[in-house]
Structure formats: structure tokens, C-alpha cells
């Protein structure tokens, strides 16, 4: 008698974040969608990798499903978790976590870095718009005059038809804001040196170079990750450069930017800043840009937040059940690939 193909086994999975993060991200819907494909530890997540339970699930452990506040999965905590072959990860950047011994090893990590860059790209998307009207400070002068200003007069850098936006880096952010783009009557132009021409045209954009981004564009979005190459790229000659009136918008990292040059161009009241980043992440109480009206300043509220981290969940659970399926994943993070991610 033919025997029955034998069912796939559900490989043994575990969460690996800060408990803080795991009730955020996994509420009880994905929890219970991760335990139909796998062999789900319960909660709460591991957050500390030395433990004895943690020593205890890591024995048997295929999977791991990691979040923010996951500890380094170094050399030590691969030796006790010898079954380890994949990592899902909840959230966008890998870096902290993912050390060079999960790559020795050739373990297999997928993100959800895809899932996160759409609010981003929504929040700068908003805010270009937005600056293009000038919203903020119309909005603070009519607070503090409480008269409508005249309709038709002193408005002559007001609007957003045939408005240059320049876009630095087509990450995967930098691709979803120029995607979002599409509809509005505006001008599109491209820096990153790692997208040929023809691509970048593809995209609906003219590629220039990085002075010209900054010379020609009423708004620059910065979406380059924060790499050793990339710390203080947008420097104080490329800010002095910017059109009188014009705008950043920094979502990406704070230490891309020259912070004290930007702070000093600022201060003359020729540009106007949006910066949902800064370097520090959080600046003194002192520091004069919290007074500068040419600038808002956002905490880091971009990526996901509220009812926008179940769509991280939605895809860990996706490539959760691929992967336990055999069919790998579809957002894979590549080893060769590093040197350009956040």
C-alpha cells in the first residue's frame, strides 16, 4: 500500500522583543494567527536571551519572531539555540539584533521594514503639501493677528502646482513618498547614486546631482539612511544653497544632517525646517530650534504607531506562513545588501 505523504511539521517558534513591544505589535488576533502555522512559545516575549527559560526555548527554537528591545543574537545565544534557521522581524531595521554570526550561519531574516515606510511616506507626503501652502506659519499668524490675511496679495510662494520636490535617496521610504507623489502636479527630481538614470525616470523622476537637489527644489525630503557615508551628508553648503522660502523635511535620521549648520541657517529665517528627526534624537531643553517659528519640530512619529502597528504584525505573520510552508520569504533582508539599509 502507497503510504500518505507525511504533513510538514510546524517548526517551534518563539517572540524575542521587549514584553513592551510584544503587547503593542502582537495583540491577541496575531498571536493567535502566528500559533496556526507554528509552535508558538507563549507569552510573555524573551527579552532577555540569558535566562533560564530563555536558555530553555532556545534549545528548540526554529523561528523567532523579534520586535524592538530584541538582545543582540550573537555567537552565545546561537550556540544555545543550535535549531535556529529564520528570524521574522516586526519592525524596520535589523542592525541592532541581527549580528555577523545569524549571517555565518546563514539564518534567514525577513522584515517588516516594507510595511513600516508606508506611514512614513504618508507623514511626508502630508507635510509636503502642507508646506507647499504654508500652513504652519499662516496657521500661527492668524492666531496671533486673528485677521484673515488679504486672498489675493503677498502670496507669491504660496501653492503647490509645478512646485520642485527633491528627493534624496530612493530608499524604500524615499520610493513610497515619489509613489504618492504621482497624482499632484509637481516636479520630481532624484539623488542617489545607486539608481541609474533610466530607473530613476522610470520612477517619475530626474535624476541630479546632490547640489542641484538642494539648489533647485522648493522642498527637500531626506530619506537616506544613516550610514558612515551618509553622517552629516547634507551639509552646511548644500543648506546655504537651498531657494529662499524652500523647506527640508528630515523623517530619516537626525545625524544625517549637520545639526548646528542647520541650526545657524535656520536662524537667518531664509529656509524653513520639518523634522520629525534630530541629532540627539531628542534636543536639550535650550537648544534655540525649539524656538525658531520657521521650524516644527515631531517626535519621531512617523513610522508606525497605534492601530498602524498591526500592519507590522500582519506581514510577521505572513512571512511567518510562508516560510513554515517552504516558500521563503517575501521581504528578505540580504547580507550584500546592509551597507544600504537603515
Not at 503639501?129 to 507669491?156: I, Q, S, Y
Not at 527637500?220 to 552646511?236: D, K, M, N
Not at 529665517?269 to 531643553?285: Q, S
Not at 512617523?302 to 507590522?312: D, F, H, I, K, M
Request: aromatic share 4%; hydrophobic share 45%; with cysteine.
Amino acid at each position: 500500500m502507497p503510504t500518505s505523504p507525511a504533513a510538514p511539521t510546524r517548526p517551534r517558534a518563539a517572540l524575542a522583543m521587549s514584553r513592551q513591544a510584544a503587547a503593542a505589535v502582537l495583540d491577541p488576533a496575531s498571536l493567535a494567527a502566528l500559533a496556526e502555522v507554528c509552535d508558538l512559545e507563549p507569552p510573555p516575549a524573551l527579552d532577555d536571551l540569558t535566562t533560564d527559560r530563555a536558555r530553555a526555548v532556545l534549545a528548540d527554537v526554529e523561528l523567532l519572531v523579534t520586535g524592538w528591545g530584541c538582545p543582540p543574537l550573537d555567537q552565545a545565544v546561537l550556540d544555545a539555540a543550535p535549531r535556529l534557521r529564520a528570524i521574522v522581524h516586526t519592525a524596520g531595521s535589523v542592525r541592532h539584533h541581527v549580528t555577523e554570526a545569524c549571517w555565518e550561519r546563514g539564518i534567514e531574516v525577513s522584515s517588516a521594514a516594507a510595511a513600516n515606510a508606508l506611514p512614513v511616506a504618508e507623514y511626508t507626503v502630508a507635510m509636503i503639501l502642507l508646506a507647499g501652502k504654508h500652513v504652519l506659519e499662516r496657521a500661527r499668524a492668524l492666531r496671533v493677528t486673528r485677521r484673515r490675511e488679504h486672498p489675493l496679495t503677498g502670496l507669491d510662494g504660496v501653492g503647490n502646482y509645478g512646485r520642485t520636490v527633491g528627493i534624496l535617496s530612493a530608499s524604500l521610504v524615499g520610493r513610497r513618498v515619489i509613489d504618492l507623489l504621482r497624482p499632484y502636479d509637481l516636479r520630481l527630481l532624484l539623488h542617489d547614486p545607486y539608481v541609474p538614470d533610466e530607473e530613476a525616470a522610470a520612477l517619475g523622476t530626474r535624476p541630479v546631482g546632490l547640489d542641484e537637489l538642494f539648489a533647485q527644489s522648493d522642498i527637500v525630503s531626506i530619506h537616506t539612511p544613516l550610514l558612515p557615508a551618509t553622517r552629516g551628508l547634507v551639509s552646511r553648503e548644500l543648506l546655504a544653497a537651498m531657494r529662499p522660502g524652500s523647506c527640508l523635511i528630515n523623517t530619516a535620521r537626525g545625524a544625517v544632517v549637520d545639526q548646528d549648520a542647520l541650526t545657524d541657517v535656520l536662524s537667518l529665517d531664509r529656509i524653513r525646517a520639518v523634522l520629525d528627526v534630530t541629532d540627539p534624537e531628542v534636543l536639550p531643553p535650550d537648544h534655540p530650534l525649539w524656538d525658531r517659528e520657521n521650524v516644527l519640530i515631531t517626535p519621531h512619529l512617523a513610522g508606525s504607531q497605534g492601530n498602524e502597528w498591526r500592519r507590522l504584525a500582519d506581514l510577521a505573520v505572513a512571512e511567518t506562513r510562508r516560510w513554515a510552508a517552504g516558500d521563503g520569504f517575501a521581504h528578505p533582508v540580504r547580507r550584500e545588501r546592509l551597507e544600504f539599509l537603515a
